[in-house]
C-alpha cells in the first residue's frame, strides 16, 4: 500500500509517513530501518547493559534484578491482580447467595450489603495514580487558563502577578507537602467524606506543581496575538466572553497546550514523591511499601513500578499531543 494511504489511515506517524511518500520505493527500507531499527539497537544495547553490569550486583540485602527478573516480577503482579479480582467476584457471589436466602426467610427485611475489603493490587494502584494527576492536573488548569489569559491581556495584572509566579514556581513539592497535609487535615472533615484526605492532599499538591507552565504558556500566547485581531473585534465591538471565546482562545491555543503537555508532565512526577509522603494508595505509596519491605524481591518490583511510571509518562504526553492536534487543526505538527 502506498505510504500516503498508510498516513491517511493513521497507521503511520505523519513524520515517517511523509518521509516515505517523498521517497520512491527502493529508499523505503532504509527509512524504515533508520526510524524503527535505530531505537530496536538502542533498547538491545539498553539491555545488554543491563544485564551484564548491573544483574547480580549486591546490595547487601538482595542483588540487583536483569531484565528476565523484572519481566517475571511484572508478570507477578498480573497474576496477582487477577487472583485478587477473582476473590472479589467470589465474595459477591457468597453475598448474593447469602441475600437470596435472607430475603427468602425473612420477607420484607432489609439485607445489610458489604463491600469488599480486599487489599488493591498493583493495577488498583495505577488506577489511583492516574485519577489523583488528572484531579491535580484539572485543578492546576481551571485556575492556570484564566490567570493566564488576564496576564495576557493585561500587563498591569502580569506585572502584579509575576513576583508570585516567580517566587512559587520553583518550590519542590516536598515543602508544599506539609502545609497541604495541616490545611486538608484541619479544613477537611465532613460526616461522611466523599475522597480520601490522603488524596486530596495528593491531587493539590500536583497542582500546586503543575500550574505554573500552563499559566506562563497561556500568558505569552494571549500577549503575542496580532493586535489586527483585537481591532477587528473593537469594531465589531463584540463583548469579551466573545472576544475569548472567538478569538483570543482559539489563537492561543497551540501555546496553552504546550503548557497543558508541560504541566501533565510535571504532575505525573510530582505525584509519585507526594504519594509516597500523604501515604496515597497509588504507585508512590507502591514504591515506598516495596523499599520498606527489603526483601529479595522488592527491587524488581521497583523497577516494574519506575518503567510503569515512565510508560505511563509517555502515553500521557501522547495523549495530550493528539488532543492539541485535533483541537488546534495542526494534523502536521511534531
Given at each position: 500500500m502506498n505510504p500516503q494511504n498508510l498516513l491517511n489511515l493513521g497507521l503511520l506517524p505523519n513524520g515517517m509517513g511523509r518521509l516515505l511518500a517523498a521517497r520512491p520505493p527502493e529508499c523505503w527500507a532504509k527509512i524504515i530501518l533508520a526510524q524503527l531499527g535505530l531505537p530496536l539497537l538502542a533498547l538491545s544495547v539498553f539491555l545488554g547493559l543491563w544485564s551484564h553490569f548491573l544483574a547480580g550486583l549486591d546490595v547487601g540485602f538482595a542483588t540487583m534484578p536483569g531484565p528476565s527478573d523484572v519481566w517475571k516480577a511484572a508478570a507477578g503482579l498480573y497474576q496477582d491482580h487477577q487472583t485478587e479480582r477473582q476473590r472479589q467476584a467470589d465474595f459477591y457471589r457468597r453475598q448474593d447467595e447469602r441475600r437470596s436466602q435472607f430475603l427468602a426467610e425473612n420477607p420484607g427485611q432489609t439485607f445489610q450489603e458489604r463491600r469488599y475489603s480486599g487489599r488493591p493490587t498493583y493495577l488498583d494502584q495505577i488506577g489511583t495514580?492516574?485519577?489523583?494527576?488528572?484531579?491535580?492536573?484539572?485543578?492546576?488548569?481551571?485556575?492556570?487558563?484564566?490567570?493566564?489569559?488576564?496576564?495576557?491581556?493585561?500587563?498591569?495584572?502580569?506585572?502584579?502577578?509575576?513576583?508570585?509566579?516567580?517566587?512559587?514556581?520553583?518550590?519542590?513539592?516536598?515543602?508544599?507537602?506539609?502545609?497541604v497535609m495541616i490545611l486538608v487535615g484541619s479544613l477537611y472533615n465532613p460526616p461522611e467524606p466523599f475522597f480520601e484526605k490522603a488524596f486530596l492532599t495528593s491531587a493539590i499538591t500536583v497542582a500546586l506543581c503543575c500550574l505554573w507552565p500552563t499559566l506562563i504558556n497561556t500568558a505569552v500566547g494571549v500577549a503575542s496575538i496580532d493586535n489586527d485581531y483585537l481591532n477587528v473585534a473593537r469594531v465589531l465591538r463584540l463583548s469579551w466572553p466573545t472576544r475569548i471565546a472567538k478569538i483570543i482562545l482559539p489563537a492561543a491555543l497551540p501555546y496553552i497546550f504546550t503548557g497543558l503537555r508541560l504541566s501533565l508532565g510535571v504532575g505525573w512526577m510530582v505525584l509519585i514523591a507526594a504519594e509516597m509522603l500523604a501515604q496515597n494508595p497509588g504507585l508512590g505509596k507502591f514504591v515506598w511499601d516495596m523499599f520498606q519491605n527489603g526483601s529479595s524481591q522488592s527491587l524488581a518490583l521497583i523497577m516494574v513500578a519506575i518503567f510503569t511510571i515512565g510508560i505511563i509518562g509517555f502515553a500521557l504526553d501522547r495523549l495530550m499531543l493528539v488532543l492539541q492536534t485535533a483541537v488546534t487543526f495542526e494534523p502536521n505538527k511534531r
Open positions: 495514580s492516574l485519577k489523583t494527576v488528572f484531579a491535580g492536573f484539572f485543578i492546576a488548569s481551571c485556575i492556570a487558563v484564566p490567570l493566564g489569559i488576564l496576564c495576557g491581556l493585561s500587563k498591569a495584572f502580569n506585572t502584579a502577578l509575576n513576583p508570585f509566579i516567580q517566587i512559587f514556581r520553583p518550590v519542590s513539592p516536598l515543602a508544599w507537602l506539609p502545609i
